[in-house]
């Protein structure tokens, strides 16, 4: 492996680190405030669409950053998903269980 190899596969090593370490502070947050799900959408189809023309350029340090990144893309969707729904789900059982207005008790 060359300098210029070393280079890619450093930078490649740097992003996806990078990115792995914001999926993981929204896992251990459980927040999902600011974030867009369309983030994610976009960086999957992106890094699908990098991945297969590194496929085709034969350039195996996107090959497999884009390939890390679809992964990435995919956790951090799922994880935007769960945590809005079990806020969702948080928030019916909240309203389930305030009485109704004007309902008496015994």
Not at 19 to 35: F, H, I, P, R, Y
Not at 82 to 106: C, I, N, W, Y
Request: no cysteine; net charge positive; glycine share 8%.
């Amino acid at each position: 492996m060359n300098a210029t190899d070393w280079i890619g596969w450093a930078s490649s090593a740097i992003l996806v680190l990078t990115l792995a370490q914001q999926v993981k502070k929204q896992w251990q947050s459980d927040s999902t405030e600011g974030v867009s799900r369309w983030l994610f959408a976009g960086q999957l189809v992106a890094s699908i669409g990098f991945a297969i023309y590194s496929i085709l350029l034969k350039n195996w340090v996107f090959v497999v950053t884009n390939v890390l990144l679809v992964g990435n893309a995919v956790l951090g969707g799922l994880i935007i998903l769960r945590s809005r729904r079990r806020k969702q789900r948080a928030s019916s059982a909240e309203l389930d269980e305030k009485p109704v207005q004007g309902a008496r008790t015994a």
